[in-house]
């Protein structure tokens, strides 16, 4: 029986944290069993909005080796990185012709983005979701995870090709619509910044982030100095945000026990008489998660350190995107009748 097939593609503009690991990545490794998968470096969506390259190389290896720290198998799904596959530029050329002007300039990402880089305002960004469109339908992925965020993008993917198909596919359907999904059905974790102020991010508030590459001492620095308060002022209250979040994470990497402690510690407090330590609770946490990242934390190093492993998979991974794109594009040549000989 034929597998479905989900992609996800990342932006190498930032390190891995807590929030992108238990929100996205946990919830991909569950399905590369399940799914025939395609996960991808975006390099060069990464352009619109970084055109300084300089650490770029570090990124795009960062991003591999973190995903594979993580648990993704690379001889299972391929994974690959965007400028690898031509095909994917020249799918994108094709799409341009069936975007308009307007509705790009309507997209919520690209009017935030002109708001927060106005000087830098490309033609790259404003077509960055006719490129995101050809990522997924080159390799005719089904399935795409995406966050609230990327719903907007999704959607002109589906028009697009929606299209495409109308125009070109005499009434055959070349370029299948992509849906939005959550392989987890419904709940994501959401992990919010130690100060409790918004969610965790890739490059913002960088010691209220909790990223997989943080050493040791880093991490217990962190989660030290996160955002408590005197306890609760009767017994039984609700968590503010950034207590649950507290506990959150610890239900994520402490054991059932601890945390089943300090939840009772935590209803049996009040202000007359506060049972719950949040000094012994955060330096709990902080072990936990020690115990947790440190194995990703040198795995990941490990592949860094070694060129070779990784520029293997790296190849290996483009082989197979690029066999499943070239298909693709050829059926969309000919439909286009771009093809004279
Ligand atoms: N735009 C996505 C983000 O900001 C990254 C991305 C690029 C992507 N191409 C994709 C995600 C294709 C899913 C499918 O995170």
Known sequence: MNKDRVLTGIRPTGFLHLGNYFGATRNFLAMQAA????????????LTTHPDTSELRNSVRRVVAENIA????????????????????????YLNMMAYKGELEKTTTFKDKVRQHPDNVNAGLLTYPVLQAADILIHRA??????????????????????????????????????AFNYSGGELVKILSLD???????SENAMNTIYLADDDDLLRK?????????GPAEPNSPKPDYI????????LVSSPDTVARFEADYAASSAGQ?????????????????????????????????????????????EKARASASATLQAVRKAIGVKYY
């Open 142 to 179: 089904e399935k795409v995870p995406v966050g609230k965020d990327q719903e907007q993008h999704l959607e002109m993917a589906r028009n697009f090709a929606q299209r495409f198909n109308y125009r070109y596919g005499q009434g055959e359907t070349i370029l299948p619509e992509p849906q």
């Open 196 to 202: 409790g102020n918004g969610k965790m991010s890739k």
């Open 70 to 93: 993580c648990g993704l198998n690379p001889d299972q799904v391929t994974l690959y990185v965007q400028s690898d596959v031509p095909e994917i530029a020249e799918l994108y050329l």
């Open 35 to 46: 799914y025939e998968c395609f996960v991808f470096v975006a390099d060069w969506h990464s």
């Open 244 to 251: 649950e979040n507290l506990f959150t994470l610890m239900r």
């Open 222 to 230: 962190k989660i030290m100095k996160a955002k408590t308060d005197q």
């Open 274 to 318: 506060v049972v719950i330590r949040y000094g012994d609770m955060k330096k709990q946490l902080a072990e936990d998660m020690v115990r947790f990242l440190q194995p990703i934390r040198e795995k990941t190093n490990a592949m860094l350190a070694d060129e070779q492993y990784l520029a293997t998979v790296m190849r290996q991974g483009a």
